[in-house]
T-cell receptor, first 115, second 114 residues
Framework: GAVVSQHPSRVICKSGTSVKIECRSL??????MFWYRQFPKKSLMLMAT?????????EQGVEKDKFLINHASLTLSTLTVTSAHPEDSSFYIC???????????FGQGTRLTVV | GENVEQHPSTLSVQEGDSAVIKCTYS??????FPWYKQELGKRPQLIID?????GEKKDQRIAVTLNKTAKHFSLHITETQPEDSAVYFC?????????????FGKGTLLTVNP
């Protein structure tokens, strides 16, 4: 099946710093990628839809200035958590649909811890 | 937008028993319903899916049923094994403009006791 790779898998950063998470589609082109946030023992909450070459679409309640999304190519989307605070600590996962296939392919996830 | 409800939130069964997880959705335009298994700290893995033009699909010990009229779908796992223990998510896919969007249920923590 299609492969989506996410990096880094774990990151620890200090409060006030920014962290960039990369999501790559390795064997297909993804015009659209999705970013989710998952709290412990909770469901995947869609944060935003990343569209190649245009602005991301954010879900209600998600701060677009805090969670910067860039989808500069058909195989790469990045999520930057700016001025991170401990409450931003979470598991972030990206996913992508492959053209003509209905299933979503997920990255490995990134465990962000802000200290 | 779409709303997906999933029950139960936790389910404990004995090895060899069956497990059933149920989901309902609100948007009649949803046309694809995947089920994901997620182990702790790992990515969700697709285990089975069903399209809206099919009522039932089976893959070995796993089956999914869909009732479009009632807008609900269910996951059935037979002959459960300890390795089936994980969190299971249902989802419904809708189209928003030119994009597809997946809405997930809250998840079911399945524990299979040896």
């Amino acid at each position: 099946g299609a492969v989506v790779s996410q990096h880094p898998s774990r990151v620890i950063c200090k409060s006030g710093t920014s962290v960039k998470i990369e999501c790559r589609s390795l064997d297909f082109q993804a015009t659209t990628m999705f970013w989710y946030r998952q709290f412990p023992k909770k469901s995947l909450m869609l944060m935003a839809t990343s569209n190649e070459g245009s602005k991301a679409t954010y879900e209600q309640g998600v701060e677009k200035d805090k969670f910067l999304i860039n989808h500069a190519s058909l195989t790469l989307s990045t999520l930057t958590v700016t001025s991170a605070h401990p409450e931003d600590s979470s598991f972030y996962i990206c996913s992508a649909f492959r053209t003509l296939q209905p299933e979503a392919f997920f990255g490995q996830g990134t465990r962000l811890t802000v200290v | 937008g779409e709303n997906v409800e999933q029950h139960p939130s936790t389910l404990s069964v004995q090895e060899g028993d069956s497990a059933v997880i149920k989901c309902t959705y609100s948007d009649s335009a949803s046309n694809y319903f995947p089920w994901y298994k997620q182990e702790l700290g790992k990515r969700p893995q697709l285990i089975i899916d069903i399209r809206s033009n099919v009522g039932e699909k089976k893959d070995q010990r796993i089956a999914v049923t869909l009732n479009k009229t009632a807008k609900h779908f269910s996951l059935h796992i037979t002959e459960t094994q300890p390795e089936d223990s994980a969190v299971y998510f249902c989802a419904a896919r809708t189209r928003e403009g030119s994009n597809y969007k997946l809405t997930f249920g809250k998840g079911t923590l399945l524990t299979v006791n040896p």
